[in-house]
């Protein structure tokens, strides 16, 4: 038998995604046929697999141990995080360009190891005291994209961030930095379609393509390029880099979308501005 107490960053969801995430030997098939036969149970009672879990609630399994090996959290000590903003909720850092933001490769060094790392070594995270839960980022930035992401302690934070996200609440301001001259400011609607590691552009809406939207406004100019300042209106994967190549004034460096220049792509997040949510914030705009 084992038995599993509820925290708070487990509360919240129901019984059987959090089984799932906390044991990922246990089919799905033989749990809902143990909760039925109550060889689940919440506080000692029957449980359904829908219930939502509380703080301090309590599971019981009599399972075989061999499908109730939970993966073993790990934590890389590389603490090279540069924090912008910090509660107890959420962490703002500035992500350097080279560095991914989160690894499908367990081990690897990305952003996502640093913020945990980080809150290891503050006292805020240990992984031996969580069922699942680990830090996590809310946004991410391609490898070569510096600038700010939002970071969550906590699975509230995470929540309430993600659906802020969803919500269109959570307004991201860019820096790149373009070949050719554009002199006046753009609000430019495209259409993007992810294929393989590239975004096709269309300037009509198509079959599996999704609408691109952001504002661009030209405020420095060089020899042969041009600064400009991007506010996102909608995230899509790759969305600067193959919408300012399809108009004509690809990031400099960034070959995959046309350049021929040696230089490096200069394209940094650097304003994040969160309108009003539930959680409290001591500030709600964050900047480099």
Known sequence: MKEIRIHENDA???????????FPELKKGMMYKA????????????????????????????????????????VLFNSNLDVVYEDDNIVVADKPAGL??????E?????????????????EYDPKRENHFAPCICNRLDRNTSGLVIGAKNAYAAREINAAIQQHLVHKFYHAKVEGHLRDDMDVTLYLKKIDTIAKVSAQ?????VKAQMRVHPFRFEKDATWIKVELVTGRFHQIRACMAFLG????????YGSHRLEDMQLDAYRIVIDPIE??????????
């Open 12 to 22: 919240n969801q129901r019984l059987d995604k959090f089984l799932e995430k906390t």
């Open 100 to 105: 991914l933001s989160q690894s499908a490769k």
């Open 249 to 256: 004034f690809p990031l400099v460096g960034d070959r995959k």
């Open 107 to 123: 081990g690897q060094d990305c952003l996502v190891e640093r913020l945990r790392a980080y809150l290891y070594r503050k006292g």
């Open 35 to 74: 909760i039925r036969n109550k060889k689940i149970k919440v506080n000692r009672k029957r449980a359904d697999f829908a219930q939502i879990l509380q703080p301090d609630d309590v599971i019981l399994l009599f399972l075989p141990d061999d499908v109730l090996v939970q993966k073993e959290k790990k």
């Open 205 to 209: 809406p198509r079959k599996g393509y």
């Open 279 to 288: 959680m409290e914030m001591e500030q709600n705009e964050f900047k480099k």
